[in-house]
């Protein structure tokens, strides 16, 4: 692979190490946020991974279509190569095959750099997740509690017209 090809490789991982830590640090302040529930806070952090997230997605597709013309450019006769991936872990088999070893070992250390950010990245996604799961089903036994009912009938009927029929609560516990 040409020096200029690697060293874009090389730059878009560089890239996209920094929007994932950005991104990893969200997750950290989202989990504070939602520990002291600051609701306008979460809004603004969920703006902001859905902007590292668009990020993310655009220097990935740069790189993949560059990196896939140049494969099928340039080596699709030598090693029969028709460059088809959209993954990573599918790009960096084909590249391991092709780079030259001194190039490899650096490439090698940030596409690992890569993989363990997303690694914490999917945990702390997984604990932030648990944690609102967690709280809202707190709200909904204490608004149980509150209400006195402990099963919650259906609000609209099979026509998604307002059922007047039920009770009226002091508290209702759709959102």
Known sequence: MEDTMIEFLEN????????YNE?????????????LMDMDNLWNISREKNELG?????IEKKIFSAVRAELNK??????GIT???????????????????NDRSNFNRLYSSLHKLKSEIDAMRKVNSDTINHSLQFLDEIISIITGQTQQNVIYNDRCTYNFSRNNMLMNREV
């Open 54 to 58: 668009s990020k993310i997605s655009f």
């Open 12 to 19: 878009g991982l560089h890239e996209e190490i920094i929007l």
């Open 23 to 35: 991104l990893l640090n969200c997750f950290n302040k989202e989990r504070e946020a939602l520990m």
């Open 83 to 101: 460059a088809d991936f959209s993954k990573w872990s599918e790009l960096y088999s084909l590249i391991t095959d092709i780079v030259k070893e």
């Open 74 to 79: 340039r080596h699709s006769d030598k090693y």
